[in-house]
């Protein structure tokens, strides 16, 4: 099993979502987070006091899946997640150990 975290802009979560949704991905979390990327534009970025840096507000996608699905899950990720600039965001893959569900059943 792998762990993909894909750090993108905001402006590309909602077609995101919905491509994986339809590519049959179900073990999907996200996460907002301040990050580094180059901003799209003067408006995506703030000032970090605690960084004296420019960040912009980026999401982080978290996808669990089967190695075997990897290689749809990246391309997903790239196709959909492109925003016409150089630096459009960041895919890291993991390796999983192990999943264990959480259910009532004692």
Request: net charge negative; proline share 1%; with cysteine.
């Amino acid at each position: 099993m792998k762990q993909i975290k894909a750090f993108v802009h905001r402006n590309r979560v909602g077609d995101l979502i919905h491509a994986l949704d339809a590519a049959g991905f179900q073990r999907v979390s996200l996460f907002d987070v301040k990050g580094l990327l180059r901003a799209l534009s003067a408006r995506e970025q703030e000032y970090s006091v605690e960084l004296g840096e420019k960040v912009i507000s980026e999401v982080q996608i978290e996808v669990f899946c089967e190695d075997i699905e990897v290689a749809r899950a990246i391309e997903v990720f790239r196709r959909v997640g492109r925003t016409g600039h150089a630096d459009s965001g960041w895919i890291y893959v993991s390796s999983v150990e192990q999943s264990i569900p959480i259910n009532d059943v004692s």
